[in-house]
């Protein structure tokens, strides 16, 4: 099976490099073209246009928009446009879009003959790299059944089938409303018992070993902790699912009344960091960043408590290759 893969940014890369783990040839194309010239990625083959995965069985995007995958698709260099004569036979789509977006583009693949399945993923690089990661897809059955030992590959922790069209979008970005709520509860709930005089690594060792506790508290704990806010999921990023799930709640007639608060307090926090002096890289943080913000609402001045904390994302196997079949 020919695998074709393009965008290898902060998630694509570790989700591609699992493929390559496993075995599997894969070729890359990457806009910026050194993003895919690392050790990671080591034994991809690096192509010099789109067009070089005209070929592939499978083809996989990772991108960051839904204008960006309409484009890879159809744009002056797509691999879908109009006039080809040869393209992948099968496009699975990683990216966090909206299900309209992805709607269009599974009509238009649909007239060319060609399967689609929306794959949308949920965790940080980490987490891929850990193994500690799934997907949900969405999509002809068929193309789910023959792709699903790729998916199981790259996310092991599960590739749940939710049915046709675009459901699977809409899976994804209820997680994700999910967990800007859930991050923003967890600073709270941290900052009232530090400022109540319990430790914040001590208040998180006792919430992650708690029915609450989760993979997601667990590898947000370093952060609430040694406030270390290297981005994993900007808070612009997260901003944009919110909106993206808050309109799919409007049009479904459905009340969210605590999502479409923490979204406000995200917005603020958003606000407020773009005040800075260096405001770009404020706002570039991860979303946990938040816990600040909060922390100012609360009178409080946080410093890191520079204790030692897991993330819970030790990797459950090894990550040597090993050759196709062996």
């Known amino acids: 099976m020919k695998i074709g893969w393009i965008g290898v940014g ?22 910026t073209r050194a993003k895919a010239e690392t050790a990671e990625l080591k034994g ?31 744009g002056p260099d797509g691999m879908f446009r109009d006039g080809l004569k040869q393209m992948p036979k099968m496009l699975i789509d990683c990216s966090t879009i909206g ?53 199981l590959t790259i996310a ?50 006792f919430l992650n070993g708690s029915v609450i506790g989760s993979t997601f508290t667990r590898y947000k704990t370093p952060a609430y902790v040694n406030l270390d806010f290297t981005p994993t999921f900007p808070a612009t990023m997260q901003r944009k699912d919110m909106d993206l799930g808050l309109a799919l709640a409007r049009q479904l007639e459905v ?3 605590v999502t479409a608060a923490t979204r406000e307090l995200l917005q603020a926090h958003i606000g407020a960091n773009r005040v800075k002096p260096d405001a770009d890289a404020q706002v570039g943080r991860d979303f946990a960043a938040i816990f600040e913000t909060m922390a100012l609402l609360s009178g409080m001045k946080l410093e890191s408590e520079n204790v030692e904390v897991s993330d819970g994302l030790e990797p459950e196997e090894p990550a040597a290759r090993h050759p196709a079949g062996a």
């Open 255 to 257: 009340p969210m009344p």
């Open 44 to 74: 991809a083959t690096l192509v010099d246009t789109r067009t070089e995965l005209a070929d592939a069985d499978i083809l996989f995007t990772m991108l960051s928009t839904g204008k960006d995958v309409s484009d890879v698709c159809f």
């Open 10 to 31: 902060r998630m694509g890369a570790p989700m591609a490099a699992r493929l390559l783990n496993a075995g599997h040839a894969v070729s890359i194309w990457n806009r």
């Open 99 to 151: 299900m309209d977006e992805s709607a269009e583009i599974r009509a238009r693949l649909d007239a060319l003959g060609v399967r689609f399945l929306a794959a949308p993923v949920s965790g940080n690089p980490k987490c891929v790299r850990a193994g500690k990661f799934c997907c949900v897809v969405s999509g002809p059955k068929d193309a789910y059944e023959e792709a699903k030992p790729l998916l």
């Open 156 to 205: 092991p922790r599960g590739a749940a089938y939710a049915g046709e069209g675009e459901l699977a979008r809409m899976c994804k970005i209820a997680v994700n409303l999910m967990l800007a709520v859930v991050a923003m509860n967890m600073a709270e709930v941290t900052l009232l018992a530090q400022k109540a005089g319990v430790p914040r690594h001590a208040f998180l060792e």
